[in-house]
Structures are given as structure tokens and as C-alpha cells.
């Protein structure tokens, strides 16, 4: 990260080397412009021009009848932007005694029709040049750079006649040089003109290599901002001949503007993706003016094809300022002081802006020619792609920066992250370096999060871990290193409202108070935005090497202190070795429990239940029991609840369902058919298609399902009404009966009661255990059984232990009971001998109609 972050003074160091080179380079050309200036000795050029707006005039008819203007130079030639004719005379007064060669500069390659006629004593046609890019005759017949090559001729009136037709820019610089001045102006040029190509074939290269390795766009459409940025550059000054076939390059001349506007929106992608707005919040605004500009570019240049040059360069003209305005718009919107790589690209647009003005101040003949003016273009668009290599490379520094940072820093606080502090703790141990880790959570943060916005959350966060730091300054904690030039940190974010630091090998009364002072001074009332909230945290504390040999463990065992003693009113606690072994053993027994009910392994225990009219067995409720291999006898109590906290209460009910549906088949089958309760619990009324999946099973064992009843706690109606009284209703369908279980110690209403098709009550044993002792429970037990009665549902006391408690519930008119009194709850083996003793006892066996009310009273 360190080496990241020096490469920003370099990356300025290369900008002023840039700027140094290409005012260098101007200067060069400028003095290159003075040594080839139209001063040749023995020759002297006078300059007129006959402008024909018929574009339909003869060689001859120009010679005998044109009236030519004379000019003292060819910037008074009132060149301009449309469709005519120039004819430009040249009279050389040659004072020479030998023949002699000489160029006539005219450095325009987009130059439609250019006849040149050397004619001698004002009627002798003694050569001539048929240029221009129109058609390939004409592509290729003037040197590089363009010129008209001379032979003047002593002792002869030599003249030089041209025709120029045009739809582009016609303004050329017609200076006349010899031949030796012109072979270093040519060797110059051609320098200039592969500096350039060979730099953005470089820069196209490897933005094409990141763009492999990235997989970033912005990378691909500056190759393509690169490679467009060169062939116009090349098209323009003409050097496009040595790569580019002659039809390809008479169709690129021709629609030089199609290409300029291409150029222009390519631009306007790189800038858009530059600026990454896909993360920006007005990245659908930035998108949708993106696409409308986009389009009106792209419109722009199919109208280029089907109207003249002079026209479409006007609109080309025009555009470029909402153009540069959306980009100045974007560059505004997502401008950061802190980011460099915006800087240089803000830097990237001021030379393509100046070199596209100068280029078309020179084609409307604002300015005089020079070759600094007509290579403003070149430069300028060098200089863009020289920043835009910079700006890109500024941004991936930046963006691998980033990358680092979320790496190593939280992303709110910036505090050192998980990862740091697993090095850091990895170090520490590693040098065997003892130390207390400690852990600190806050306590509501999760449920104010719903209340706080981004930058809230970001205060929120930093003013917790300001408090923090400020108190651990004055205590012996370990610093937290990071591969930075930051300072060291005091204090790390495991995650969002979870920090950690580092305690020097004090012992447990020293670490006690550092953690007091911390608590104080991070417990109170905290200012958020516009709200006051309550900051309550919680400390655990592990220490290397009593706690564990790993940062992981040792981060989890700090983590587990919080969660042991929560409920404990000390704010911070000790990681408690013997509570993790319990721990542990609660997730093997989990482990266990799963197996168990895949493999079989648990049992049912049968509690019987007695009909307290006839004294015979009514029928019984089956309890799941779990034998460990290991740990022996578990409570149901704790392997239920176990269940249900890891979401395997569905199988067990549905493993207690099939088990109790089997033995059933067996009562039957030996001729004892009693009904048969099982519980359901609250999780499991959501097992889909729950109804239809018991009718299946019971018609699979052969199971009357009138001999059914579901036990369901009363809580459950609480929690979702609406779905249960789909499933009740479903199950009575079915002939399946319902018992409400518990009943007495929920929170359900009467109109809960009153709507719900349930067939049975069953009043909790906290009421019946004692009753006879308590005139309390009598009077519950009474009004639950009126009510009952009232509602034409049946009776069911659990918890009878006393013959004073049965003789109540027979006298209250309760018509099923159970309890220690009656049978323990028995495996089947014993409960189906316990049937058949009472059956033999009592042997009127009361089987159960479909409608069990009117059997209960009759």
C-alpha cells in the first residue's frame, strides 16, 4: 500500500515533464516554420487569384479573360468554408543562370480536385499535376508533406497555375521553398508524425493489456479513443497513405467529419465510464443524458454523409459545446478534492479544446497558416492521450488503493478490519508475546441502523470509536500496525458495531479497571443527526495463551464472553472456559440429535390417559425420549428445545408422527383401539401441506383418523391466527381431531375460542397439580370446564397426582385425564401391557364415535 501511494508525486513529476517536452516541441516547430519561410535567393513571387463561383471555367478561358487580384501573400486569398473554385497565379521572377528546383508548399491532402500547370511566358503548358482525394489517380501524386514541385527555367516567365475545388478546407499555405529546405521540413514532419503514431500505438497496447487483465471498459474505449485519435490525425496531414489502402482512405478523406464526431463521442464514453457513474447516486440522470447526447452524435454523423463539408462541419461545430458542457456537468457532479486522477483528467481536456479550436479557427481563415497552427491538431491530441494515459493511471493507483483499503479498513470507520487484526494477533502470537484481546459490541446497534442514513451511520460510528480511542490513549494497550504510512491504531472493527483491542500482559484487576474506564467513558447519550441515542456496550475478554493458540479462536472465544453474559448487569466479562465446554457440547449433541432422527434412534414413551367416567384407558399422549450413547438419558426438555433453535423441529415431529402412527397400527391390530395424542409445535404448523401429510401416513398404517388428535400449544394462535385456523380447519376435514395444550398459560382470547374448530381443551398441570390445595385453581378449572362444555368441546387434565385432585375434575364434570397418579409415561412395549391390564379390569372398551361430543354425554 505504501508503494501505491508514493507513485503520486511522480505521477506529477511526469505531468511537468509532459508540458516541458511539448512547449519544447512548439517551439521547435516554430522555429522550423522561420527556416522554411518563402526567402530563397534569385526568386521572386508574386501572388494573384481569380476566385470562379461557376466552378465551370476552362484553362484557356482563365488564361485569356480571368481577371486575377493580385495579393502580396496567400493569406490575403479570402479562403472560406464552401463549395468554389480558386485559380491562384504564382509569377516567379527567376534571376538564375541554370535551371533550378524549387517546392510550392501546399500541405492540404483534403483538397477535392488540385490541377497545378507550370506555364511558361504566360501560353506554354510545360507540365501538370492532377492531385486531390477524390479518386485514386489523384490520391497519391504530391510528396510528403504536400507540395508542387518546380523546374524554373532561366530567362523564362514562369508561372505556376492552380485549380482548387473544394468541399473541405481550401486555405493552403502556398510557400515556396527550395528543394533542400523542403527535404528538412519533410524529414521534420515525418518525425513529428511517427513520435505521435508510435506513442498511441503504445498507449493503445497497453490499455488494451490492463483492459485483459481488468476486464474495465473504460480501458477498451480509450483504445479506441487512441486508434480514432491517429487515423484522424493521419487522414488530416495526409500520412494516412502509408498504412491505409487507397479506397479506404478516399472514403475516410471524403467523411473526415463522421470520423471527428465519432472521435467526439468516443470522448464523451471514455468520460462517462471514467467517471464511474454506475456507483454515482444520479447515475440515472448521468445515463440518461449520456444516451440523448449519444444519439444526437450519432445522427449528427449520418447526416455528415448526405450533407456538404462546409455544412456538416458547421453542426459538428455547435456540438461540441453542449458536448463539452455535459462533460464539464459530469466532472462537476462527481469532482472529490482527494482524487487526483479527477484533477488530470479535468487537465486531459484543455489541450484537445485549444488544438479543436485553433483547427477550426485555420479552416475559416481566422488565423494565418503556420505549421504550429496546422500541427496544433496533432499536438494537442497527443498531449490529450498523454493525460489520459496519466489520468488512467492516477485512477487504477487510486482504485488499487481502494482496494487495499477495504481490505485492511473498515469502510465507516476506517479503523483497522478483520483482517489486520488476525495478522496482528497472528504476530503477537508468533512471538509469544502474552496479551488480553478484547471484544466490544454495542448493544442497539442493529436497531437503530433502521433509523440512521449513510452519513449517520458513518457519525454514529466514528464518534463510538473517538470515545474509545480516547480513553485507551492513556492505557497500556498494544498498537495495531497496518502497511501504511498512517500512524499506528489503537483500536480495530471486527464488523459493523463490533471493535477490538489489544491489552499488554497485565493481571485481571489491571485489566478489570482499563475496561471500567472504557465502558464509562463510552456508556451515555450520543448526539446522531438530529436525535440523541443511548450507547450500552459490552466487553468480552480472552487471554493468550490461558484462552487459545489461534487469532480466530481466540477472536470467537472473546466474542462468545458478550454472548455468555449478557444478561449479566457487568458490562464486560472473561472469556469462562467451562461454559465453552458446555458450549461445545451443545453443538455435538445437535450433531447427535440429527443423526438420532435420520438413523432411528430415539423412542416414544406412551403417558396413558383415563376416562374419568368409565375409569378405562381413553387413550394415550406419545413422548419422544433420546437415549445418548454417551451422556445417557437427555430431557426432552432440552433436546426439543435444541431442536427447535436449529431448525430440526419438523423432523422430529414428523419422525414422531410416523413412529406413534406404527405402534398405533399394532394397538389395532391386537384389538385395542385407543386414541392417540401427539404434539405440534409452533414451527411446525408451517410444514407444508401438513394436513394432507398426516391423512397419508395414517391411511398408509391403516389408522382411523378419528383415533388422531394433534396437540397444538395455545400460544400458536397468537403468533398466526390466520394460518392456523386454515390448518384446523384442513385437519378436521380429515376427521383428524385438535386439542389446544396448555391451556391457561398462553395469551389467546375468547373469540380466538370461539372461532377456531378445535375438539378439545387441555387444562395445564400447573393448575391441577395442586388443586385441591388451591381454591384459586378450582375456580379456573370449574370456569375452563363450563366454558368447554359450552362451547361442546371435551375436557383433558394433565398433572394428576393425587386421588383428591381426580375426585375435583370428576365433580368439576372434566372428562379425560393424566398424570403420575394414573402411569409415568411408559415405552410401548409396557403401555401396550398396561392396556391390556386394564382392559382386563374394566373390560367395557370404550371405542370413540366420529362424533365424540355426543358419546362423551350421552
Known amino acids: 500500500m505504501h508503494a501505491l501511494q508514493s507513485r503520486q508525486p511522480l505521477i506529477w513529476v511526469t505531468t511537468l515533464f509532459i508540458l516541458v517536452v511539448m512547449f519544447a516541441v512548439g517551439f521547435w516547430m516554430t522555429s522550423l516554420s522561420r527556416t522554411t519561410a518563402p526567402a530563397l535567393s534569385l526568386v521572386d513571387t508574386d501572388y494573384s487569384y481569380f476566385i470562379d463561383e461557376t466552378n465551370e471555367l476552362s484553362l484557356n478561358y482563365v488564361l485569356d479573360h480571368a481577371p486575377f487580384t493580385k495579393a502580396d501573400n496567400t493569406g490575403e486569398i479570402p479562403w472560406k468554408l464552401a463549395y468554389q473554385t480558386y485559380w491562384i497565379k504564382l509569377e516567379f521572377n527567376y534571376h538564375g543562370l541554370t535551371e533550378r ?4 508548399l501546399t500541405d492540404n491532402p483534403l483538397i477535392d480536385y488540385l490541377d497545378a500547370y507550370h506555364i511558361l511566358d504566360g501560353e506554354q503548358v510545360r507540365s501538370q499535376i492532377k492531385a486531390g482525394d477524390k479518386t ?67 498507449v493503445a497496447l497497453y490499455s488494451a493489456g490492463v483492459y485483459v487483465y481488468s476486464r474495465q471498459r473504460v480501458y477498451l474505449i480509450f483504445v479506441l479513443v487512441a486508434l480514432m485519435s491517429t487515423l484522424l490525425v493521419s487522414v488530416n496531414h495526409g500520412f494516412s497513405r502509408y498504412f491505409l489502402p487507397d479506397p479506404v482512405q478516399i472514403f475516410i478523406s471524403n467523411h473526415l467529419v463522421a470520423l471527428a464526431v465519432c472521435l467526439l463521442m468516443a470522448g464523451l464514453w471514455f468520460t462517462y465510464y471514467f467517471l464511474d457513474f454506475e456507483r454515482s447516486r444520479l447515475y440515472q440522470r448521468a445515463r440518461s443524458l449520456f444516451f440523448m447526447t449519444t444519439g444526437g452524435l450519432f ?89 489520459f494515459s496519466l489520468a488512467l493511471a492516477e485512477r487504477f493507483r487510486y482504485q488499487r488503493l481502494q482496494e487495499m483499503q477495504a481490505l485492511t479498513h473498515d469502510t465507516l470507520s476506517y479503523l483497522p478490519n478483520n483482517n489486520v487484526l488476525h495478522m496482528v494477533v497472528n504476530d503477537l502470537i508468533s512471538r509469544n508475546a502474552r496479551f488480553n484481546l478484547c471484544c466490544l459490541s454495542v448493544d442497539n446497534y442493529n436497531s437503530l441502523l433502521p433509523y440512521l442514513d449513510e452519513h449517520a451511520r458513518e457519525e454514529y460510528i466514528n464518534a463510538i470509536a473517538g470515545r474509545i480511542n480516547d480513553v485507551l490513549m492513556m492505557q497500556p494497550v498494544l498498537g495495531v500496525k497496518t502497511d501504511s504510512d498512517m500512524p499506528d491504531y489503537r483500536l480495530g472493527c471486527l464488523k459493523e458495531g463490533v471493535f477490538a483491542f489489544l491489552i499488554d500482559d497485565v493481571d485481571r484487576s489491571a485489566c478489570d479497571t482499563i475496561l471500567d474506564s472504557v465502558i464509562k467513558g463510552l456508556n451515555g447519550d450520543l448526539c446522531v443527526g438530529s436525535f440523541v441515542t443511548q450507547v450500552n456496550a459490552r466487553i468480552g475478554v480472552c487471554h493468550y495463551p490461558t484462552d487459545g493458540d489461534h ?145 397419508a401416513l395414517a391411511h398408509q398404517y391403516d389408522i382411523p383418523t378419528n383415533l388422531i388428535s394433534l396437540e397444538l400449544t395455545e400460544s400458536v394462535m397468537v403468533e398466526d391466527y390466520n394460518w392456523l385456523k386454515q390448518l384446523i380447519t384442513a385437519l378436521s376435514a380429515s376427521g383428524i381431531e385438535v386439542s389446544i395444550d396448555d391451556y391457561g398459560t398462553g395469551y389467546s382470547s375468547l373469540y380466538f375460542l370461539s372461532q377456531l374448530p378445535f375438539t378439545e381443551l387441555k387444562i395445564d398441570r400447573s393448575f391441577v397439580r395442586d388443586l385441591h390445595k388451591s381454591g384459586r385453581h378450582q375456580s379456573i378449572v370449574r370456569a375452563t370446564t363450563d366454558m368447554a362444555r359450552s362451547l361442546g368441546v371435551m375436557v383433558v387434565a394433565e398433572g394428576v397426582e393425587t386421588e383428591e385432585a381426580e375426585t375435583l375434575l370428576r365433580r368439576y364434570g372434566v372428562d379425560v385425564s393424566q398424570g403420575y397418579y394414573y402411569s409415568r409415561p411408559l ?11 386394564m382392559d382386563s379390569v374394566q373390560p367395557t372398551t370404550v371405542l370413540r364415535e366420529q362424533n365424540i361430543r355426543s358419546s362423551s354425554r350421552g
Open 101 to 104: 528546383d524549387i517546392h510550392v
Open 136 to 202: 485514386s489517380a489523384r490520391l497519391s501524386r504530391l510528396p510528403m508533406p504536400h507540395s508542387i514541385p518546380v523546374n524554373l527555367l532561366p530567362e523564362r516567365d514562369n508561372q505556376l497555375l492552380l485549380k482548387v475545388t473544394s468541399n473541405d478546407m481550401a486555405i493552403m499555405p502556398l510557400s515556396v521553398m527550395s528543394h533542400q529546405a523542403f527535404d528538412q521540413l519533410s524529414r521534420s514532419l515525418h518525425l513529428v508524425w511517427g513520435g505521435f503514431i508510435t506513442f498511441t500505438f503504445l
Open 299 to 387: 445522427g449528427l454523423a449520418l447526416l455528415s454523409f448526405i450533407t456538404p463539408t462546409y455544412v456538416s462541419l458547421s453542426f459538428v461545430f455547435i456540438a461540441q459545446l453542449p458536448v463539452y458542457g455535459l462533460v464539464a456537468y459530469y466532472v462537476w457532479h462527481q469532482w472529490q478534492p482527494k482524487k487526483l486522477w479527477l484533477s488530470l483528467f479535468t487537465l486531459c481536456w484543455i489541450p484537445a479544446m485549444v488544438g479543436g479550436v485553433i483547427f477550426y479557427a485555420l479552416m475559416l481563415n481566422v488565423i494565418d497558416y503556420s505549421l504550429l497552427s496546422r500541427y496544433a491538431l496533432m499536438m494537442s491530441l497527443g498531449m490529450t492521450m498523454i493525460f
Open 551 to 695: 487469532p480466530s479462536l481466540l477472536i470467537s472465544r472473546a466474542l462468545s464472553a458478550i454472548d455468555q453474559h449478557r444478561s449479566l448487569a457487568s458490562h464486560y466479562a472473561h472469556f469462562n472456559s467451562y461454559e465453552q465446554r458446555h458450549h461445545q457440547l451443545h453443538v455435538s449433541l445437535v450433531t447427535d440429535l440429527r443423526d438420532a432422527i435420520e438413523n432411528d434412534q430415539l423412542e416414544l414413551y406412551h403417558q396413558p390417559q383415563i376416562d374419568l367416567r368409565t375409569g378405562s384407558v381413553h387413550g394415550s399422549e406419545v413422548l419422544a425420549r433420546w437415549t445418548h450413547p454417551e451422556y445417557g438419558q437427555i430431557s426432552p426438555e432440552v433436546f426439543v428445545r435444541m431442536a427447535e433453535d436449529v431448525g430440526i423441529i419438523n423432523n422430529l415431529t414428523l419422525w414422531v408422527i410416523q413412529r406413534a402412527f406404527q405402534q398405533q397400527a399394532q394397538l389395532i391390530t391386537n384389538g385395542h383401539c385407543r386414541r392417540l395424542s401427539i404434539n405440534i409445535s409452533a414451527s411446525d404448523i408451517y410444514i407444508p401441506d401438513l394436513a394432507n401429510r398426516v391423512v
Open 827 to 837: 415405552p410401548f412395549q409396557q403401555y401396550q401391557a398396561y392396556v391390556e391390564r
